[in-house]
């Protein structure tokens, strides 16, 4: 007998909430982050193209974090997810530059 991938909370931002509907969560089944991620491609065509390059890598500007930890220090998209887990997609977020100033 199979067990069931577990269901997973994923969270997203407005960017990815035009892909979703408006949807701030939706839920998918997975072993993994990648499995995940994918199943919900597969709802919402051109969810995963919003993270991923060509290379098939994770864009280094999405940051994913499963449980409030970033998956790029727990195996990266390979990293497995059990029931009641929780993932967020945030895009990185970074400073303006600052101009030298005239004295």
């Not at 892909?19 to 089944?29: H, L, M, N, R």
């Not at 990293?79 to 009641?84: P, Y």
Request: aromatic share 6%.
């Amino acid at each position: 007998m199979t067990t069931a991938s577990p269901t997973i909370e994923v969270r997203v931002t407005a960017v990815l909430q035009k892909i979703t509907g408006g949807q701030k969560t939706v839920e998918a089944s997975g072993d993994t982050v990648a499995e995940v991620l994918d199943q919900i491609d597969q709802r919402y065509p051109g969810f995963r193209g919003q993270l991923y390059d060509d290379d098939g890598k994770l864009h280094r500007f999405v940051n994913v974090y499963l449980n409030d930890e970033d998956i790029r220090y727990t195996g990266g998209v390979e990293t497995a997810v059990k029931q009641g887990d929780v993932i967020d997609i945030l895009p990185a977020l970074a400073g303006g530059a600052q101009s030298a100033r005239e004295d």
